[in-house]
C-alpha cells in the first residue's frame, strides 16, 4: 500500500534492484559527499547522506513510495510501468 504522506523522517533500503536509482537521487541530493555507486545494502535517509548503519528514528518507506514522493512521479505512469513491484515479487519469491 502507498502511504499518501511520507513520514517527516524516514530510510529506504538500498538493494540489487533499486541502487541505480537511490545512487542516482543521492548523489544529487548530496553533490559534495562521497557518490554512492555500489549496490550492496545501504540505507538512504530523508535528511541526511547515506549510512552503512540504520539509524533510530527514521520510518522505513517503500520503493514504491520513494518513487511516488520523492522523485514525485506521476501515479498514472506508475500504474502503466511495473517495474517498482519487482523487489516485492523477489521477496515473496514470486516469479
Known amino acids: 500500500m ?3 504522506k511520507l513520514p517527516e523522517k524516514w530510510y529506504i533500503i538500498r538493494d540489487e534492484d533499486n541502487y541505480k536509482v537511490l545512487n542516482k537521487w543521492n548523489n544529487e541530493t548530496y553533490p559534495n ?11 538512504f535517509y ?3 547522506d547515506y ?12 520503493f514504491g513510495d520513494f518513487i511516488i514522493h520523492v522523485l514525485d ?8 510501468n511495473y517495474d ?5 515479487f ?6
Open 2 to 4: 502507498v502511504l499518501k
Open 73 to 80: 512521479k506521476n501515479t498514472e505512469s506508475l500504474i502503466q
Open 51 to 62: 549510512k552503512m548503519e540504520l539509524l533510530d528514528g527514521y520510518t522505513l518507506i517503500t
Open 84 to 88: 517498482y513491484l519487482i523487489p516485492l
Open 46 to 48: 530523508s535528511d541526511k
Open 90 to 95: 523477489k521477496t515473496l519469491n514470486i516469479k
Open 33 to 43: 559527499t562521497i557518490k554512492a555507486s555500489q549496490e550492496y545494502t545501504a540505507y
